[in-house]
């Protein structure tokens, strides 16, 4: 019927855009729960520098490309501080009490980010094994996978 012949071509292409997709979803995952954890970026408190290949793939999740800008201090940055100051000097000159600033806790949403992260790479893992154990022409299941890493890498070249 047209109806299975239909069903059977979409499995396919759903199989194949799947499996070309795999390496990706899984840099995504990866180098994402990395961000989470905020491990891509030098922190602003102590002396923890994010090794090299940490910053470039996660510039290269965010930005499409591995080359990490050096980060100078900008000068809106002092300007924006000097202008909160003077918001607090007139609350001071006011009498007026300061507001009290909101705290929020972030780790409940990064741990779940995190979870998430590693929830994608373990269920894009064991389909990419289940989809080769079951796949019924390896070679062209293995080239599709293959050209999911190669297209990519290539493409960094440009």
Known sequence: MATNRLLKSLRTLHLYFGVFTAPALLFFAFTGGLQSLSLHEASRVGDYQPPRWLASISHLHKKQSLDVPVKRRSRNA???????????????????????????????????FVLVSLSLLLSTVSGVYMGWRCARNRRRYGAALFAGVAVPALLLLF
Do not use: C, H, I, T
């Open 78 to 112: 002092s300007v924006s501080k000097q202008g909160a100051e003077a918001d607090v000097m007139s609350a001071r000159a006011a009498d007026k009490p300061l507001p009290a600033p909101r705290k929020r806790n972030p780790w409940p949403m990064k741990v779940f």
